[in-house]
């Protein structure tokens, strides 16, 4: 089992609508959790960070906590064609922070 | 905004021969790391530093990938010889706290290609 698993994608959603991105994880002691965006052929770029359970919003994104059931995810409202790129998500605490594979996003106009 | 910096930007190198990548991260982080991302799946730990002492290296193919940040500040990460599958983007990061704590900002990445 992967330590941190996302589905690849690609995810596509309508311009405008609500885009929803998961992953799970399997270190329970994993404290820390991170979304980054990468556009394709640039670095990732952090977006949200979030250490407890529950929701934390900036802008149209929110960042979504459950330790208990291992997950995380990220919803993105009134999605824009700019919002199209690679979602990493990427947990940490005491050991090294592991990211996973990403998952692609497409918005449609 | 204080930015991670890398070169070169692109590198292309034959097979068997030396190349070097070079990173000076934000001021002031004294956590650096060096990721590399092959097409299509996450960035993969190499290297990580604090400040001159390298901390994890356990994923690095030490037969021909070195590392080194002899001053605590710049790093350089040298691959030789290169081979076909070292093709990739090769990241660097900084970091305010150490290991998986703190957010990670990426300089803007070498893309290595081995023909």
């Known amino acids: 089992q992967k330590e941190v698993e996302q589905n690849s994608g690609p995810l596509s959603v309508p311009e405008g609508a609500i885009a929803s991105l998961n992953c799970t994880y399997s270190?329970?002691?994993?404290?820390?959790f991170f979304w980054y965006r990468q556009y394709s052929g640039k670095s990732p770029e952090l977006i949200m960070s979030i250490y407890s359970n529950g929701d934390k919003e900036d802008g149209r994104f929110t960042a979504q906590l459950n330790k208990a059931s291992q997950y995380v995810s990220l919803l993105i409202r009134d999605s824009q064609p700019s919002d199209s790129a690679t979602y990493l998500c990427?947990?940490?605490?005491?050991?090294?922070?592991?990211f996973g594979q990403g998952t692609r996003l497409t918005i449609n106009p | 905004e204080a930015e991670v910096a890398q070169s070169p930007r692109y590198k292309i190198t034959e097979k068997s021969q030396a190349v070097a990548f070079w990173c000076d991260p934000i001021s002031g982080h004294a956590t650096l790391y060096w990721y590399r991302q092959i097409l299509g799946q996450g960035p993969e730990l190499l290297v990580q530093?604090?400040?001159?002492?390298?901390?994890?290296d356990s994923q690095l193919p030490k037969d021909r990938f070195s590392a080194e940040r002899l001053k605590g500040v710049d790093s350089t990460l040298k691959i030789q010889p290169a081979e076909l599958g070292d093709s990739a983007m090769y990241l660097c990061?900084?970091?305010?706290?150490?290991?998986?704590?703190?957010?990670?900002?990426f300089g803007n990445g070498t893309r290595l290609t081995v023909t």
């Open positions: 990061a900084s970091s305010l706290a150490p290991q998986g704590y703190s957010p990670l900002h």
């Open positions: 270190d329970r002691g994993s404290q820390s």
């Open positions: 530093f604090q400040d001159e002492s390298v901390v994890d």
């Open positions: 990427a947990k940490g605490g005491a050991q090294k922070l592991v």
